[in-house]
């Protein structure tokens, strides 16, 4: 295990390197000097932006594929939202527009919003459809990431 891991910034998309042991200090990035983490999802609506936290954050992404104009993506909203400050900084939590990157729908073949999909180092970890109460989404998130070598 390396001593540092690469976090990515959630504002200037620069690449951070984090001693393990001081993840959950609130740390700052060292281009734009905002916070890497403010206990709230990332919005990725491009394909640039969601290639670059995939493929070089060492920490788990917790993705949310929804659609402004889908009810169950609107109803899980409210409970995505408090999932990033009970996951972060162990997990980075993302959401994606569906209509505004149909390449990434296309790419994960992604079939039903929302869709929440866990990214590791650039390859899906695992998936799920549809609307979930906040204990269960923490539940199913923490199963598949504990154990996981980050």
Same mark, same amino acid.
């Given at each position: 295990?390396? %001593?540092?891991? $690469?976090?990515? =910034?959630? $504002? =200037?998309?620069?690449?951070? /390197?984090?001693? /393990?042991? +001081?993840? *959950?200090? *609130?740390?700052?990035?060292?281009?734009? %000097?905002?916070?890497?983490? #403010? *206990? /709230?999802?990332?919005?990725?609506?491009?394909?640039?932006?969601?290639?670059?936290? !995939?493929? $070089?954050?060492?920490?788990?992404?917790?993705?949310?594929?929804?659609? !402004?104009?889908?009810?169950? =993506?609107?109803?899980?909203?409210?409970?995505?939202?408090?999932?990033?400050? #009970?996951?972060?900084?162990?997990? +980075?939590?993302?959401?994606?527009? %569906?209509? !505004?990157?149909? #390449?990434?729908?296309?790419?994960?073949?992604?079939?039903?919003?929302?869709?929440?999909?866990?990214?590791?180092? *650039?390859?899906?970890? !695992? +998936?799920? %459809?549809?609307?979930?109460?906040?204990?269960?989404?923490?539940?199913?998130?923490? #199963?598949?990431?504990?154990?996981?070598?980050?």
């Amino acid at each position: 295990m390396t %001593s540092a891991l $690469h976090i990515v =910034c959630p $504002h =200037c998309d620069a690449i951070n /390197r984090v001693p /393990r042991g +001081r993840l *959950g200090d *609130g740390g700052k990035c060292g281009t734009c %000097s905002l916070p890497l983490y #403010e *206990g /709230r999802p990332v919005v990725l609506n491009s394909v640039v932006r969601f290639d670059k936290h !995939a493929r $070089h954050s060492d920490i788990p992404l917790l993705v949310d594929f929804w659609a !402004a104009w889908c009810g169950p =993506c609107r109803a899980m909203a409210p409970i995505f939202e408090p999932a990033a400050t #009970e996951l972060e900084p162990e997990v +980075r939590l993302i959401k994606v527009d %569906s209509d !505004a990157v149909p #390449e990434l729908l296309r790419r994960f073949s992604i079939k039903s919003i929302p869709t929440l999909m866990l990214v590791h180092r *650039g390859r899906e970890i !695992a +998936r799920t %459809s549809g609307l979930m109460p906040l204990p269960q989404l923490l539940a199913w998130t923490r #199963e598949h990431v504990d154990g996981m070598k980050v």
